[in-house]
């Protein structure tokens, strides 16, 4: 099992931006399909983006295709999520994820979570 924990949130203006970092212990990366989602109260979790094991291929929410970037550093062990141009509705926690499924997009496909990291994007 591999052991999550992000970092990076905090609070930022529209049009902002913000990198969150998941640094992985127990296990590596490069052997994981790694993910990001956000949840904001009384919503179900949220898928944000997504970065395959093997090639390393990546995929996006169309709420945040163009603005965000999901990308993997084996080397410290850990997951980027690089957020440009952020918006209010952008205000969520964020948590990271390690699944085994190639193109997996459901919570209940990865088995790995941290606790979370709290985004704000004021007006």
């Known amino acids: 099992q591999v052991q999550l924990v992000e970092s990076g949130g905090g609070l930022v203006q529209a049009g902002g931006s913000l990198r969150l970092s998941c640094a992985a212990s127990?296990?590596?990366?490069?052997?994981?399909?790694m993910a990001w989602f956000r949840q904001t109260p009384g919503k179900e979790r949220e898928f944000v983006a997504r970065s395959s094991w093997g090639g390393g291929s990546t995929y996006y929410a169309d709420s945040v295709k163009g603005r965000f970037t999901i990308s993997r550093d084996n080397a410290r062990n850990t997951v980027y999520l690089q957020m440009n141009s952020l918006k209010p509705e952008d205000t969520a926690h964020y948590y990271c994820?390690?699944?085994?499924?190639?193109?997996?997009?459901?919570?209940?496909?990865?088995?790995?979570w941290g606790q979370g990291t709290q985004v704000t994007v004021s007006l």
């Open positions: 127990g296990r590596t990366v490069s052997s994981y399909t």
């Open positions: 994820a390690a699944g085994r499924h190639l193109y997996a997009l459901d919570p209940a496909d990865f088995g790995s």
